[in-house]
């Protein structure tokens, strides 16, 4: 992936951070391991505890789609 575009790739929280979304984490193909928000491989590279805490924590939010 050469260019990000923001609204698809990325977008500005309320605190001014960049959040990549769903579509970048696709197209790059891999959990990088980080704990993402919107990492949809289930957090595969993220080393525990921290990956059973961000699983849990997204079961709990309205509209999930990525169920284990």
């Known amino acids: 992936m050469k260019e990000w575009t923001e609204g698809i790739h990325y977008y ?4 001014g951070m960049v959040v990549l979304t769903e579509a970048f984490h696709l197209q790059r193909g891999y959990c ?7 990492c949809p491989y289930n957090y595969v590279n993220v080393p525990e505890p921290k990956r059973s805490a961000l699983l849990s924590g997204r079961r709990d939010l309205p509209g999930n789609n990525h169920p284990e």
């Open 32 to 38: 990088c391991g980080n704990g993402c928000l919107h």
């Open 12 to 15: 500005y929280n309320a605190q």
